[in-house]
DNA sequence: ACCAGGATTTGACCCATATCAAGCAAGGCA
DNA sequence: TGCCTTGCTTGATATGGGTCAAATCCTGGT
């Protein structure tokens, strides 16, 4: 109900930003064109709740613009967010018909949705796109190791760097700023999101920002834009292992 | 060097006590002599490590046998285990030439190798290995997202709770004993093992287990060997969610 | 049976982070 | 204009789990 359905005019997956990065990126034209007669576009305004653990969900995504986190509960109200969905990720299981985790926007989104049955029969005929699924899902896998290190392991003040660090990365739409190598990004998640994110309460998250702005590892412009002087120190103090990763 | 070569007489696939759940599950007679014709055996004794991240690695593999831990560590020494792999779990990751985890043999395990380069090849040819990896993989990634709720918002009595419960689950080989529902397993990880899968040290793992001791949730035999009397009483204390989990 | 070394338990103490509580800043709206 | 609400910061205090240290248990070796 409410704004849910406010549908862009009709994308052509050929123009589609995140055509080259999503489940369909290895497909053939007329794979995009069989993909095209199951797709359907849904919009969530910020806060809204996409679904919540438990429900039904007949259709499974990719996230086009914006970005949603994936959260789970204890009974007693405690959540962790164990995944954070960024434009070109996929939501949602093949051959699972409710939902393992609450989906929440975090900022206004557009998601591009399959209905479910067509998409797990077209998955069995194309390998193209269990292929994509699969890479993107080991590469989800090793992101979930990443941080089950930083949940089990780091102290308040790495867990707030390694964030920080992985925003600034992925922001990687790098707009330097002034000289050196110093850079801006905005913070997409409030203090309570960050919290959840990194397992800690939302007052600790503040004190070790102010703590980290304070030391002169960052600075703030309001309470969202974040600039990093020099990245090196803030990986420095994110912790981690320094050989570099793996990946690009 | 050492015992690795221990090799077990050369086992047939139909023969396989994993036949039917590892990455091979799905396949075909004829998938199967090919499969066949890559795979060769190695064995490592407790307490040896399989590969160490960073290295070289090329194979991909099912652990056939006994338990290994997949951890990651920060450089000052602080470890995390990221994964524990049980018989038919799956080892490294096709398209990635070196390891990006520790991989240690906790008992002494039998390993079932292919040659990388030839898995991947196959892998491009049979759906039916694609569709089974990717079928483990998110099983693996919901596992890795249950274990973040854990790191980050479980107390450290509900940690050992949780993975009390999860090993007698999976020891369900669930030979009851006596009378009622309990029922006994063993532990197959040291404290230490325990306090990295867990996120905590050593002696906290230790007292909350004498707590659980005293407060007859568990009972012990020696170090290793448990008796749970009310397996309800445990999902309690582990904190989950109650209205059970969607996969039986 | 005796010893050595590793695994485990237990105790005393401390600190990082949680909890509880108050106050501040900015935007929406009556 | 001033009130509310929401998000954030900061302070005071409590506490769960970490750290350091020692004792005990267990196993394999001789």
Known sequence: MSHDDVYPASLQCGDCPIRHRAVCARCEANELDELESVKYYRSFEAGQTVVWSGDQMDFVASVVSGIATLTQTLEDGRTQMVGLLLPSDFVGRPGRERAAYNITATTDILMCCFRRKPFEEMMDRTPHIAQRLLQMTLD??????????????????????SLLSIVARRDASIRHRGGGNSLTFDLPLTREAMADYLGLTLETVS??????????????????????????????????????????
């Open 207 to 248: 004190r070790q920002i102010s703590a980290l702005k304070r030391d002169g590892v960052i600075a703030l412009e309001g309470k969202r834009h974040v600039t990093v002087p020099d990245m090196e120190r803030l990986l420095l103090e994110a912790g981690d292992d320094s050989d570099g990763g793996l990946l690009t």
């Open 140 to 161: 989800e896998l090793d992101a979930a190791r990443e941080w089950m290190l930083l949940l089990g392991r780091k102290t308040a003040r790495e867990k707030i760097a």
